[in-house]
């Protein structure tokens, strides 16, 4: 199946400290990535919507300078948390998918960010 | 609106019965897309089995089977013989034409525990 690749797994660092986060769909090209974030036990929230070559399409509540997302290619979107504090402390994960209703999304592996 | 809806928070099952998670949901579109994804401990989603809204027949995917009922508007996933492993988090979803980026509308969650 369709496999994509997301680094790092796991994440320490200080506050205010930005951490990027790159999900690479290794053998499809997609033309849409999705950026989640998952707090333990829940259901995962979308936080955005990625076009290859366009602006990142955000979802209500999520702060745009806090989050920024890149999709420089069919097949990498970076997620950066800037200037990240404790309550950033989340598991986030991406996936991608091609085109059509039948198209399942093909997730990563998934990131455990830990902010101190 | 669109949603899905998972009423089951935890279910138990004795390894090497069958188990039933329940998922309904509710679109106005006529095309659309369920999934049903397992998330291990470990964290990755893993893709387990597709309907589409207009196949006639149930989806199976080896020991997974889909109980579609477009008229009630349920998709539940019925797992059979279970397996120590199926122990997971599992969510169904639903993919619509109109979603901007065919993006995925997640339930809720069922934790299934199996039982040696």
């Known amino acids: 199946g369709a496999v994509v690749s997301q680094h790092p797994s796991w994440v320490i660092c200080k506050s205010g400290t930005s951490v990027k986060i790159e999900c690479r769909s290794l053998?499809?090209?997609?033309?849409?990535m999705f950026w989640y974030r998952q707090f333990p036990k829940q259901s995962l929230m979308l936080m955005a919507t990625?076009?290859?070559?366009?602006?990142?399409?955000?979802e209500q509540g999520v702060e745009k300078d806090k989050f920024l997302i890149n999709h420089a290619s069919l097949t990498l979107s970076t997620l950066t948390v800037t200037s990240a504090h404790p309550e950033d402390s989340s598991f986030y994960i991406c996936?991608?998918?091609?085109?059509?209703?039948?198209?399942?999304?093909?997730f990563g592996d998934g990131t455990r960010l830990s902010i101190l | 609106a669109q949603k899905i809806t998972q009423t089951q928070p935890g279910m138990f099952v004795q390894e090497k019965e069958a188990v039933t998670l329940d998922c309904t949901y509710d679109?106005?579109?006529?095309?659309?897309?369920l999934f049903w994804y397992k998330q291990p401990s470990s964290g990755e989603m893993i893709f387990l089995i597709y309907?589409?809204?207009?196949?006639?027949q149930n989806a199976t995917e080896g020991r997974y089977s889909l109980n579609f009922q477009k008229a009630r508007k349920s998709a539940n996933l019925v797992i059979s013989a279970s397996q120590l492993g199926d122990s997971a988090m599992y969510f169904c979803?639903?993919?619509?034409?109109?979603?901007?980026?065919?993006?995925?509308?997640f339930g809720q969650g069922t934790e299934l525990s199996v039982k040696p």
């Open positions: 053998d499809f090209q997609a033309t849409t």
């Open positions: 979803a639903m993919r619509n034409p109109g979603n901007q980026g065919g993006k995925l509308i």
């Open positions: 990625s076009n290859e070559g366009s602006k990142a399409t955000y």
């Open positions: 309907q589409g809204s207009y196949d006639e």
């Open positions: 996936s991608a998918t091609g085109r059509g209703v039948a198209q399942p999304q093909h």
């Open positions: 679109t106005s579109d006529q095309s659309y897309g």
